[in-house]
């Protein structure tokens, strides 16, 4: 996949991240609580704000979804997603 990660401030993660915070979620054990996934995606990602716990949730509840759309080689969330994280500019 060669989707990027850069992100400016206020826009969508993208397919490629929500997967990475899914897979970072099943690779750890015990699993990991949704603020340690969040501080974990603000490192990650270089985030100015992590996401909100509700946003981690949301992503996890949908993994079917965001493993589909990374499949087909989606880059970007769709405009109907409601899953947002804040970048650093």
């Known amino acids: ?3 990027t990660t850069k992100q ?3 826009k969508w993660l993208t397919i490629a991240q929500k997967w990475q ?4 979620h099943g690779r750890s054990q015990p699993s990991p609580s949704l603020a340690d996934l969040a501080r974990w995606s603000q490192a990650k990602f270089k985030l100015s704000q992590p996401p909100s716990r509700a946003t981690i949730a949301n992503t996890l509840r949908s993994a079917t979804t965001v493993k589909s759309s990374f499949s087909r080689g989606e880059c970007h969330a769709s405009s109907t997603n409601t899953t947002r994280a804040r970048s650093a500019e």
Not at 21 to 24: G, N, S
């Open 1 to 3: 996949m060669t989707c």
């Open 8 to 10: 400016t401030k206020g």
């Open 21 to 24: 915070v899914i897979e970072e």
